[in-house]
């Protein structure tokens, strides 16, 4: 012999309306982290085995320098010291 147990229905439930604002944002007028940070030559730094990206083709890399050139770079490395050199771990 087998029993069939029913659950009640379940009830339904409402969420509160989102509060939404009528203020505008305000646009960012200075970087974010707007810091010194340490200068190293480009000759000091290599693709550190902890940099999670892989092998770009060479067009991408000569599109990032011309890039770099015309612009800069907008966004810093982080590094890890190994000796004299630096291992370049993100950004850029």
Same mark, same amino acid.
């Given at each position: 012999? &087998?029993?069939?147990? /029913? $659950? ?5 439930? +409402?969420? *509160? !309306? ?24 480009? &000759?000091?730094?290599? /693709? $550190? ?5 892989? +092998?770009? *083709? !060479? ?34």
């Amino acid at each position: 012999m &087998s029993a069939t147990l /029913r $659950s009640e229905p379940k009830k339904a439930t +409402t969420k *509160p !309306a989102r509060k939404t604002t009528s203020k505008t944002p305000t646009p960012i007028t200075t970087p974010a982290n707007d810091t010194d940070g340490t200068r190293i030559p480009f &000759s000091k730094l290599f /693709r $550190s085995p902890l940099n999670v990206r892989r +092998t770009v *083709p !060479a067009i991408a890399i000569e599109e990032l320098a011309d890039n770099l050139k015309a612009v800069g770079l907008i966004q810093s490395l982080v590094v890890v010291p190994d000796g004299d050199r630096f291992g370049v771990v993100a950004g850029g």
